[in-house]
């Protein structure tokens, strides 16, 4: 059985970092994986933030986050980390971790993903 934890949510300045966490559990291995975040905000859909696929590395960032959040992994503990520079009021919402278990690359769709974190909060204030 996959699980995702996430960590790291909080409330922050604009201007200020935070770094989400997900630590996977229920498999042991990269091969056709992808995990990443999407967030949700009041009244919207759920948006892809970020995306990494597992055995190679290759990244994809939203375009309203690129070049201020980084998705990276650390194989050895099985997590995955979002790290937000920079923040905007616009980036309040709810983070969630996504799991793809069996799958040749990320999709930037939440409904390919089988498996998700509880969500984390991650408030902005201007």
């Known amino acids: 059985q996959v699980q995702l934890v996430e960590s790291g949510g909080g409330s922050v300045q604009a201007g200020g970092s935070l770094r989400l966490s997900c630590a996977a559990s229920?498999?042991?291995?990269?091969?056709?994986?992808?995990m990443g975040w999407f967030r949700q905000a009041p009244g919207k859909e759920r948006e892809v933030v970020a995306l990494i696929y597992l055995s190679s590395s290759t990244t994809y960032h939203a375009d309203s986050v690129k070049g201020r959040f980084t998705v990276s992994r650390d194989t050895a503990k099985n997590t995955v980390y979002l790290q937000m520079n920079s923040l905007k009021a616009e980036d309040t919402a709810l983070y969630y971790c996504?799991?793809?278990?069996?799958?040749?690359?990320?999709?930037?769709?939440?409904?390919?993903?089988?498996?998700w974190g509880q969500g984390t909060q991650v408030t902005v204030s201007s």
């Open positions: 229920g498999f042991t291995n990269s091969v056709r994986k992808c």
């Open positions: 996504a799991a793809d278990v069996s799958t040749v690359s990320c999709a930037r769709v939440a409904g390919s993903y089988d498996y």
